[in-house]
């Protein structure tokens, strides 16, 4: 692979999506724009660029016939990725001919939502009023979103070898299956390699469990080619025989042995009628198995809390001036708000009452200057919370003209705030995301380790963006990527910070929206695994899905019936 290649791609085109989702849309009191017939509605789904935010077609329903409560068969099947803000847009139509052109059709409304909007509704189900026509109630609109489970089966798999050719000189052979899946185009991709097994003819491999879309790409019938070699240590190893099989085939195989025979084309061809093999390859276990994946889990109810803090110590610069970090240009955001807003607009998707807590750290409060680590952005200490992220910036902003900006640099005190609720609720119905901005060195570095150490045990992750141009190597250590973080020798029960400096995400070209999508992609991107981690280590399972919604309008009450139902 050419590495330079790697390093150019567009960090969006290049994104390996968490999983796949199917969207089912209904209508409910569409308008009705023919004159002797209902409307024949049809539903068009826009994407949105993230770099231009231009509006693409991304896909069509069918049309039905004379109806204003459609049920539409046909889905839209999009890639799902947590940690981008994916908009979409959906348009009303009622066809009045034949060509696909839309201009040509009467415009029944629209309605704009993001995927983490529709994933994170009660039971993934989302009802929107449709808009677009002044002075017109224009209907409902109602996107259902199922994760599709082919992208998240795995299969346990263990074979063993029979009377295998013997290629070593001195010994019997070493041998090793090399897995490969076909693609569309008849040729091969190496998808699995097993360990080898020394000295032996009649060896048993280790059970190994695989993604099933990396063994088949989720087509159960595409033919899966497996290889037989004899190892060797100068890299030259000898080709014993092959086999080929399918998904089905093996998943057939759960309640007995599957024998496949291991064929070299060349021997066959020079021994004729006197080769029969090069040994068997059994199958001894196929175990399928569905991953419990985040999104299972926010269709199960839980709750995703999301809390800011938010450095305000000098080192900042004086709010006032435009070199300040905190500095309020009426032209554009500073890095701390296109921080807040851009990782907020999408954790907010997944949390129902869209109450943030907001505090601050570093600074001197009113009325008497006394210094706090752990104060409320909006004033009130027994209730920080802000609606929605908009309450979250102008708090921000308010603070700023109150507050006088100090120090030291302490992030031990907003963490240990956040880690009191969260082990208040460790059942899995809530899991807590802090998200810290600051500018530069820690001043608690044993304390802040010592928090998150403790953390790591409880529902919680925690995202640092660093501002400005300073050296971040202490906040770096604490995003335990490289080496698991410790405090007085206990070490950090799983990762649970990531850290970016939000220069390396800014677009030279002063495109901010850009920026913040990519710093947010960056940030969010292991939030998911995180939280999985959690659930899996206490051996939490998803809650119960709500009811499935039944699509078809309620009967008609007869006005008798509804009038005596209003009296009880």
């Known amino acids: 692979m050419n590495m330079a290649c790697i390093g150019d791609a567009d960090p969006f085109t290049a994104a390996i999506p968490a999983t796949k989702v199917e969207l089912t849309v209904s209508c409910r009191n569409l308008l009705d724009r023919d004159t002797f017939s209902k409307s ?59 060509s696909d052109n839309l201009s040509k059709h009467d415009f029944l409304g ?42 998240r089966e795995s299969v346990m798999l263990q074979f063993c070898g029979n009377k295998l050719d013997k290629k ?60 037989v070699y004899d190892w060797d240590r100068d890299g030259g190893h000898d080709f014993i025989g092959e086999f080929s099989t399918s998904y089905r085939e093996m998943s057939r195989s759960q309640s007995q042995f599957h024998i496949y025979e291991v064929l070299n084309p060349k021997k066959k061809g020079k021994k004729k009628k006197k080769y029969q093999n090069s040994g068997t390859v059994t199958l001894l276990s196929c175990l399928v198995d569905t991953e419990l994946s985040f999104l299972d889990y926010i269709r199960g109810g839980t709750q995703i809390n999301f809390t800011v803090a938010i450095d305000f110590t000098a080192s900042n610069g004086n709010p006032s001036q ?38 601050g750290f570093g600074a001197k409060l009113p009325p008497d200057g006394r210094v706090s680590h752990e104060f409320a952005l909006n004033g009130n200490p027994q209730n920080p919370y802000c609606n929605g992220i908009e309450g979250v910036m102008e708090a921000y902003y308010q603070s700023l003209k109150s507050v006088r900006l100090y120090g030291p640099t302490h992030f031990s005190p907003v963490i240990n705030h956040v880690a009191r609720y969260a082990s208040a609720v460790t059942d899995g119905s809530q899991y807590f995301i802090l998200l810290i901005i600051s500018d530069g060195v820690i001043t608690d570095m044993a304390q802040t380790k010592e928090s998150i150490v403790n953390a790591a045990s409880l529902p919680m992750s925690i995202i640092i963006v660093g501002v400005g141009p300073a050296e971040f190597d202490e906040m770096i250590e604490l995003d335990g990527d490289e080496e698991r973080i410790s405090s007085q020798g206990r070490y950090a029960e799983r990762d649970i910070v990531q850290f970016v400096p939000f220069r390396d995400y800014i677009d030279r070209r002063g495109n901010h929206i850009l920026s913040m999508a990519r710093l947010a992609k960056e940030v969010l991107a292991e939030i998911p695994d995180q939280f999985l981690s959690y659930m899996r280590t206490r051996g939490i399972k998803p809650g119960p899905l709500p009811p499935p919604y039944t699509p078809c309008p309620p009967p008609a009450i007869h006005p008798l019936l509804a009038r005596r139902v209003s009296r009880i």
């Open 110 to 151: 629209q309605a704009f939502c993001t995927l983490g909007e529709i994933v994170g509704s009660l039971g993934s189900r989302l009802d929107k009023p449709l808009i677009g026509i002044p002075g017109k109630k224009c209907g409902t609109i109602i996107v259902r979103a199922e994760e599709l489970s082919n992208c």
């Open 322 to 359: 435009p070199t300040s970090l905190h500095y309020m240009s009426p032209y554009q955001l500073n890095d701390y708000a296109m921080a807040l807003r851009a990782v907020g607009e999408i954790i907010q998707d997944y949390d129902s009452d869209k109450m943030f807590p907001a505090l």
């Open 168 to 227: 070593d000189f001195f010994g019997k052979s070493d041998p090793f299956l090399v897995f490969y899946r076909s693609n569309e185009d008849g040729s091969y991709t190496i998808c699995h390699k097993t360990e080898v097994v020394k000295n032996t003819l009649d060896p048993v491999w280790q059970a190994f469990k695989i993604p099933v879309r990396a063994l088949c790409n989720g087509d159960y019938d595409r033919s899966i080619k497996v290889e």
């Open 40 to 98: 024949d509605p049809i539903c068009v789904l826009y994407t949105q660029g993230i770099a231009n935010r231009e509006w693409r077609e991304f896909g069509r329903t069918e049309v039905i016939d004379n109806t204003l409560n459609p049920d539409f068969v046909r889905k839209f099947i999009l890639d799902y990725f947590f940690e981008e803000r994916q908009n979409l847009r959906f348009d009303l139509y009622d066809l009045d001919c034949k």
